[in-house]
């Protein structure tokens, strides 16, 4: 008899007397040890140094990819499935014999075991084997414990076991990337029509942050008018005067082409309709290369920031916009300082299947990749997005990949698919963000009106860090 995580989904917790249990029922669940883990057992434990905790500290381009966790973390899983699985509520331990045999880091995921090996009917004990595995199948803890069972039944609500968490600040990742940023100095950029207060008050934040010196291009007497309503103070800033939105899309990229500015940002006017401008070929900012959007993201559930491409440019891309839109968005994790990422292709399915384009598309990007016309990444696809982000789907599925589980790029089948994706993450997921757009000379800072302070603060400071590579690397 076995019992297994999917049990989560029940809203009881019941026990298992001792005499319901048998020699060779087991119980198992599964754990991928995140940042807020780490931190938590920290904070519990007391005394561990503070360095194993910060990732400003592990001197490591990916955030906290070196820090390894207690041991003792692996041993309060085994405990955990002992006092909630088998035999579970009213379970006391007795002892425990633990041997640990490797690391586990942030983004291991371990399975947790336990097994009944012998029963002492006289004491109401159990010896249980106790095995903890990673996503690859070795074995990080093995060992045994001993525990009294339970003789009487317990039932325990879910929701009356305390979640506890640590509230991470929001503006933690936001907060390092301004500090690095503005060692670069600040970036000249046309912010095209900011006539409403939020597009506005963001160009007046992210030059008070020191990320951008803006050149406003819209009609004089709207931005008075705004700016006086919202409470903000035009003083110092170098407006270009315009007619309507039309216009002012038209000298922003004038200005672009004459290289009297180093970016680009989207104020209250339409994509449709800055871009236009911006891909005119009077412009002169086109490149070889397709043009294309990038969100940077980055959530508590997934121990890296990571990118998806294309949710906003491309609605339905062929097999060559899909290879532009590729190597644009590991331009710009090369930008970011991600030397080699991992690009995840994803469709539903990770199998090459006839009947979805997708996974043809991804299979023939892979064998591009593979003759040189992507280069400077790691490239695996079709992968499902379980497979993509999770080491545990990826093994369950028996997938042997340098990609799957820990992807830094995820390239999406078309436009709808990739803004679900990312507005999934944003509003349910917790998730940070910045947008931009590459394939052009110069950044394109693309922000939604409803996007928040740190969004527009975010995509300022990645357009600067673009700017620079650019000047190393031009496009």
């Given at each position: 008899m076995s019992d297994s995580s999917t049990g989560d989904a029940l809203q009881t917790l019941t026990n298992r007397l001792f005499d319901e249990i048998a020699v060779g029922d087991t119980a198992s669940t599964e754990?991928?040890?995140?940042?807020?883990?780490?931190?938590?057992?920290?904070?519990?434990?007391?005394?561990l140094n503070p360095k194993q905790t910060d990732s400003a500290t592990t001197g490591s381009a990916e955030p906290l990819q070196g820090v390894i966790a207690s041991g003792t973390w692996g041993s309060a899983l085994i405990s955990g499935v002992l006092g909630t699985r088998l035999p579970g509520p009213g379970t006391v331990y007795c002892s425990q014999s633990l041997r640990f045999m490797g690391p586990v880091r942030v983004g291991d995921t371990l399975r947790v075991?336990?097994?009944?090996?012998?029963?002492?009917?006289?004491?109401?004990?159990?010896?249980?084997?106790?095995?903890?595995?990673?996503?690859?199948?070795?074995?990080?803890?093995?060992?045994?414990?001993?525990?009294?069972?339970?003789?009487?039944?317990?039932?325990?609500?879910?929701?009356?076991?305390p979640d506890i968490r640590i509230d991470m600040p929001k503006?933690?990742?936001?907060?390092?990337?301004?500090?690095?940023?503005?060692?670069?100095?600040?970036?000249?950029?046309?912010?095209?029509?900011?006539?409403?207060?939020?597009?506005?008050?963001?160009?007046?934040?992210?030059?008070?942050?020191?990320?951008?010196?803006?050149?406003?291009?819209?009609?004089?007497a709207k931005l008075t008018a705004i700016a006086s309503d919202a409470g903000l103070d035009l003083a110092g800033l170098t407006i270009e005067d315009v007619p309507h939105s039309h216009a002012a899309a038209a000298a922003g990229a004038r200005l672009a082409g004459e290289g009297a500015v180093q970016a680009i940002m989207k104020g209250s006017l339409h994509t449709d309709e800055l871009m236009s401008a911006v891909l005119a070929s009077a412009a002169g900012l086109r490149t070889e290369r397709r043009v294309s959007h990038c969100f940077i993201m980055q959530t508590p559930a997934y121990p890296r920031p990571f990118i998806i491409t294309d949710a906003a440019i491309n609605i339905a891309p062929d097999l060559n916009a899909k290879a532009d839109i590729i190597r644009n968005a590991i331009e710009l994790a090369h930008a970011i300082g991600i030397v080699q990422p991992r690009v995840a292709i994803l469709a539903a399915v990770e199998t090459v299947n006839a009947q979805m384009p997708a996974t043809l598309d991804a299979a023939a990007l892979c064998k591009m990749a593979d003759r040189g016309q992507i280069t400077g990444a790691l490239l695996d696809g079709p992968l499902a997005f379980d497979n993509a982000v999770s080491p545990a789907a990826a093994h369950v599925k028996g997938i042997v990949s340098e990609v799957a589980g820990q992807a830094d790029i995820l390239v999406v089948p078309d436009l709808e698919s990739g803004n679900m994706l990312a507005k999934q993450l944003e509003y349910m997921g917790h998730a940070a963000s910045a947008g931009i757009v590459l394939g052009t000379k110069l950044p394109i800072i693309l922000t939604s009106r409803a996007d928040s302070r740190e969004t527009r603060l975010a995509s300022c400071a990645v357009a600067v860090l673009l700017a620079a590579h650019y000047k190393e690397s031009p496009p």
């Amino acid at each position: 008899m076995s019992d297994s995580s999917t049990g989560d989904a029940l809203q009881t917790l019941t026990n298992r007397l001792f005499d319901e249990i048998a020699v060779g029922d087991t119980a198992s669940t599964e754990r991928t040890l995140t940042d807020k883990d780490i931190r938590l057992f920290a904070l519990l434990a007391g005394g561990l140094n503070p360095k194993q905790t910060d990732s400003a500290t592990t001197g490591s381009a990916e955030p906290l990819q070196g820090v390894i966790a207690s041991g003792t973390w692996g041993s309060a899983l085994i405990s955990g499935v002992l006092g909630t699985r088998l035999p579970g509520p009213g379970t006391v331990y007795c002892s425990q014999s633990l041997r640990f045999m490797g690391p586990v880091r942030v983004g291991d995921t371990l399975r947790v075991t336990v097994t009944v090996v012998e029963r002492d009917p006289a004491r109401k004990r159990l010896r249980m084997d106790c095995e903890c595995t990673n996503q690859r199948g070795d074995v990080i803890i093995d060992g045994e414990a001993q525990v009294q069972a339970p003789t009487e039944r317990i039932a325990l609500q879910r929701d009356s076991i305390p979640d506890i968490r640590i509230d991470m600040p929001k503006d933690q990742g936001l907060k390092r990337l301004l500090d690095h940023v503005r060692t670069l100095g600040p970036l000249r950029v046309a912010v095209v029509h900011p006539c409403d207060a939020v597009s506005l008050g963001a160009a007046i934040d992210a030059r008070e942050a020191g990320l951008i010196d803006p050149v406003i291009v819209a009609p004089r007497a709207k931005l008075t008018a705004i700016a006086s309503d919202a409470g903000l103070d035009l003083a110092g800033l170098t407006i270009e005067d315009v007619p309507h939105s039309h216009a002012a899309a038209a000298a922003g990229a004038r200005l672009a082409g004459e290289g009297a500015v180093q970016a680009i940002m989207k104020g209250s006017l339409h994509t449709d309709e800055l871009m236009s401008a911006v891909l005119a070929s009077a412009a002169g900012l086109r490149t070889e290369r397709r043009v294309s959007h990038c969100f940077i993201m980055q959530t508590p559930a997934y121990p890296r920031p990571f990118i998806i491409t294309d949710a906003a440019i491309n609605i339905a891309p062929d097999l060559n916009a899909k290879a532009d839109i590729i190597r644009n968005a590991i331009e710009l994790a090369h930008a970011i300082g991600i030397v080699q990422p991992r690009v995840a292709i994803l469709a539903a399915v990770e199998t090459v299947n006839a009947q979805m384009p997708a996974t043809l598309d991804a299979a023939a990007l892979c064998k591009m990749a593979d003759r040189g016309q992507i280069t400077g990444a790691l490239l695996d696809g079709p992968l499902a997005f379980d497979n993509a982000v999770s080491p545990a789907a990826a093994h369950v599925k028996g997938i042997v990949s340098e990609v799957a589980g820990q992807a830094d790029i995820l390239v999406v089948p078309d436009l709808e698919s990739g803004n679900m994706l990312a507005k999934q993450l944003e509003y349910m997921g917790h998730a940070a963000s910045a947008g931009i757009v590459l394939g052009t000379k110069l950044p394109i800072i693309l922000t939604s009106r409803a996007d928040s302070r740190e969004t527009r603060l975010a995509s300022c400071a990645v357009a600067v860090l673009l700017a620079a590579h650019y000047k190393e690397s031009p496009p």
